[in-house]
């Protein structure tokens, strides 16, 4: 009779089991990579990683395509992306760190550190075989180079082994391109400049700090400025679309100027140098979420957590229905961006070159990072019909 009883009641705990939150999850974005694989179809990316996870958990991570068109070796959940501008925010966040200690302040002008910035010039006016150029109104800060507001433009680096001190110093003969504080106008030099103010404030190479103040702490294992050649099973290759003869060929990372990703004599560069998986990069978003928290240990003040992921632009216009924080880019009116459409007032993160996404939304406590590696794509990378699709499919599985 115990036995017959028992028989009886295995369907019912299998029921259970079936209802658990994790398989529940797994059903309700079944959709995510499926609606995804068209694009790999389709030869628009070769393969991608998709990812959402709330504070403290990951609720969905799969992957589709390829991660070498040449081989065709598959595209694994755990692959290792180039994810260009996404290392912004955490630049940013070693700013902040020194900030919380007393070092500098976000105001603090950044020939304080780094004197090669004093008596800097604005062009005026500049055309091809003409420039005017007239003294900055006054100096560059912390603020605007954390913002995208302080004038400072690129730089075609042409030798690979500058090393961080070398390159900036480059950069501070430039004219920039407007008064400081008075424009918005994206500069990823910007961020190689708060880099180089990272080792003069904390006497150790920006890579050393990064390594030892963020990736070791979240246990980024993955994140590198200089992927090893054992993970090459494991990379990501990039990509650009033939369109006239429909197919992806591989590009090289133009932001390695000339050098291999493996080259560590190549500088670490804090405004798209960085490598990773999907599930490092969550790491790093939880902790924002958990106000500067990780497991316990308290990497970042609470308040300096605020001041990064608010509006720190004022009335200057970026991108639309997008102002600035302190490294994060944030949505201010979701609205005005299509791939947006599905995320709260407040959300703050960023995007890569190539494609990648990262954003956490601490309206729902949701972190969403989308790993693609195609170049070049027509419209905004932040806005591509591949992000688009990821973002509409996770949201019909939170329905």
């Known amino acids: 009779m115990r036995f017959l009883t028992i028989r009886c009641l295995l369907p019912i705990l299998a029921l259970g089991l079936l209802k658990t939150p994790s398989l529940r999850a797994q059903d309700r974005f079944a959709d995510v990579p499926r609606q995804v694989q068209p694009f790999v179809d389709r030869s628009e990316i070769s393969g991608a990683v998709m990812l959402l996870a709330d504070r403290d958990k990951i609720l969905h991570l799969s992957a589709v395509g390829t ?3 040449a081989t065709g070796r598959k595209m694994r959940t755990d ?3 180039w994810i260009a501008s996404m290392t912004k925010p955490m630049t940013g966040v070693c700013i902040g760190m020194l900030v919380d200690e007393g070092k500098l302040a976000f105001d603090d002008p950044v020939e304080k550190y780094l004197p090669e910035f004093q008596g800097q010039w604005v062009a005026q006016e500049a055309s091809a075989n003409h420039r005017v150029l007239v003294r900055a109104a006054r100096p560059i800060t912390l603020r605007d180079l954390l913002t995208h507001t302080s004038g400072l433009g690129e730089y075609a680096v042409t030798d690979p082994h500058w090393t961080l001190s070398e390159y900036v110093k480059v950069l501070a003969r430039e004219p920039l391109r407007f008064q400081p504080g008075t424009r918005w ?3 990823t030099a910007g961020f190689d400049t708060l880099g180089r103010v990272v080792e003069a404030v904390s006497g150790m190479p920006f890579a050393t700090f990064v390594q030892q103040r963020l990736l070791d702490p979240l246990g980024m294992t993955q994140t590198t400025f200089w992927p090893a050649a054992d993970l090459a099973p494991r990379f990501a290759h990039q990509y ?3 369109d006239q003869a429909g197919r992806l060929e591989e590009t090289p990372i133009h932001y390695m100027y000339g050098g291999a990703v493996t080259d ?7 405004g798209a140098g960085l490598f990773s998986t999907a599930e490092d990069v969550t790491k790093f978003y939880q902790m924002m979420l958990h106000d500067g928290v990780w497991h316990g240990r308290r990497l970042l003040q609470s308040a300096t957590v605020a001041a990064m992921t608010h509006k720190q632009t004022g ?4 991108r639309p229905g997008m102002p600035w924080g302190y490294g994060f880019c944030v949505i201010e009116d979701p609205s005005q961006m299509e791939a ?29 990072v989308f790993m693609i590696q195609r170049d070049k794509m027509k419209l905004n990378p932040d806005n591509s019909p ?4 990821y973002q509409d499919a996770i949201a019909a599985g939170l329905r």
């Open 264 to 270: 560590r004599g190549r500088p670490a560069l804090g």
């Open 386 to 389: 591949m992000r688009r699709a």
């Open 67 to 69: 991660s070498d068109v």
């Open 340 to 368: 947006n459409n599905h995320l709260s007032p407040g959300t703050f993160g960023h995007g890569g070159a190539f494609g990648t996404q990262s954003w956490a939304d601490p309206t729902t406590g949701l972190v969403y």
């Open 315 to 318: 009335g200057i216009k970026a």
């Open 185 to 187: 106008a994206y500069s």
């Open 79 to 81: 692959d290792i992306f």
């Open 240 to 242: 650009v679309r033939n």
